[in-house]
Structure formats: structure tokens, C-alpha cells
T-cell receptor, first 116, second 116 residues
Framework: AQKITQTQPGMFVQEKEAVTLDCTYD???????LFWYKQPSSGEMIFLIY??????QNATEGRYSLNFQKARKSANLVISASQLGDSAMYFC?????????????FGKGTMLLVSP | GAVVSQHPSRVICKSGTSVKIECRSL??????MFWYRQFPKQSLMLMAT?????????EQGVEKDKFLINHASLTLSTLTVTSAHPEDSSFYIC????????????FGPGTRLLVL
């Protein structure tokens, strides 16, 4: 079974609208972390937001927020007020277990296109 | 802060030659660096985890004799693709984890390798 599932290969949104990118995960660990990264066409991976499994509040970073629903094992990324520069590939990733000793597993990604 | 560089950004080489890719953490000490491979329109696949001063841990299916990893200092890890073949052509990305903030990996800009 896939550990990280991103069911949306592509998403379209108009500038200034909000968009939600879906991510579900599968783990039996109690301690884990969830990440979202942005990869523009240049290829660099840009860290956006992090949510720990024990964090009670949803993470927010500027226009990015993570809708963390632990019981449903989902960690959707919400981008508010989309900008043209948000067009990129978005990857959800998970770290299982103790933070200092584990690696990241990535989903297959969602391509977001923001139109004027 | 947390800048990671990679060199070269792109390289073209002949089949049978070896190629070295450098990954540097510019403004922090990275106890752990990771090497990923990404094929076009696919997700990142972890190749190996590199800890300073010790042997790299390779993921299943990654040939350690073909992909040599050296992590000689807290700011430098190198990946050498030995006897490169066309099927080794890919996008190689490194990431580094801060000693003080193990939750987050910061990625380099990637290296595009084309083997002719």
C-alpha cells in the first residue's frame, strides 16, 4: 500500500481563489510528521509547511495552511488567495517514527496551474 | 537561512564515464544529507542517507558500488555515478537536515544528468 496518496494529478484554480490539494497517508506509527513541498519548473524543492502528529493545532505559514484530520489520516494543503507564481508541482511527504532517525516518503505529486 | 547548493546544476557525459555531484549546506551544519532521484513527471525516490563520518545507508535496489556517496564533513556530501549509462540520466536532488532542527529537510536545486 502507498504510504502517501495524492489523488489529484492536476488542479486548476483562478488567481486570488483558494485551492485545496489532497493528501492521505498510511502509517501505524504514533509519532510522525507531514510535510508539503513545492517544486517549480526549475526543479528545486521548496519547503512549505510541516505538521507533527502530536500538534493539536493545524499548521499555518502565511497563505499556506494544513488541514490535518488525524482520524481520517489526511493532511490537505490549503493555499489561500492563489497567485500566478503558485503554479508548480506540489508534493506531500511523511516522516515516520522518531524525527532524528527517519526519512521522508513522498507522494506522486499534484500539478497546480493558476490562471489569470 | 538553510541554503543548500548543488554543483553542477547540469551535466552531460559520455557513457562509461564517472560523474561527481556535490551537495553543500552553505550556512548550517548538516549531520545528515539525503540523495534522491527523480525521473520526469515522477516523485522523488530516496537513494541513500548519508551521515557525516560514516558509511551511507542505501535504499533497497540502489547499487552502492554504482552510486558512491561520501560525506566527509558537516557541510559537504558527494554522489559519484560510476560508469554512467543512459539509464542513469535523471534529476538528482540532495537535501540536508539541520542538526538543530531535524524535522525539516532543505533541498538543493538539483542536478540534471544526461548520459549519452
Amino acid at each position: 500500500a502507498q504510504k502517501i496518496t495524492q489523488t489529484q494529478p492536476g488542479m486548476f484554480v483562478q488567481e486570488k481563489e483558494a485551492v485545496t490539494l489532497d493528501c492521505t497517508y498510511d502509517t501505524s506509527d504514533q509519532s510522525y510528521g507531514l510535510f508539503w513541498y513545492k517544486q517549480p519548473s526549475s526543479g528545486e524543492m521548496i519547503f512549505l509547511i510541516y505538521q507533527g502528529s502530536y500538534d493539536e493545532q493545524n499548521a499555518t505559514e502565511g497563505r499556506y495552511s494544513l488541514n490535518f484530520q488525524k482520524a481520517r489520516k489526511s493532511a490537505n494543503l490549503v493555499i489561500s488567495a492563489s497567485q500566478l507564481g503558485d503554479s508548480a508541482m506540489y508534493f506531500c511527504a511523511m516522516r515516520e517514527g522518531r524525527s532524528g532517525y527517519s526519512t521522508l516518503t513522498f507522494g506522486k505529486g499534484t500539478m497546480l496551474l493558476v490562471s489569470p | 537561512g538553510a541554503v543548500v547548493s548543488q554543483h553542477p546544476s547540469r551535466v552531460i557525459c559520455k557513457s562509461g564515464t564517472s560523474v561527481k555531484i556535490e551537495c553543500r549546506s552553505l550556512d548550517f551544519q548538516a549531520t545528515t544529507m539525503f540523495w534522491y532521484r527523480q525521473f520526469p513527471k515522477q516523485s522523488l525516490m530516496l537513494m541513500a542517507t548519508s551521515n557525516e563520518g560514516s558509511k551511507a545507508t542505501y535504499e533497497q535496489g540502489v547499487e552502492k558500488d554504482k552510486f558512491l556517496i561520501n560525506h566527509a564533513s558537516l557541510t559537504l556530501s558527494t554522489l559519484t555515478v560510476t560508469s554512467a549509462h543512459p539509464e542513469d540520466s535523471s534529476f538528482y536532488i540532495c537535501s540536508a537536515r539541520l542538526r538543530s532542527r531535524v524535522e525539516t529537510q532543505y533541498f538543493g536545486p538539483g542536478t540534471r544528468l544526461l548520459v549519452l
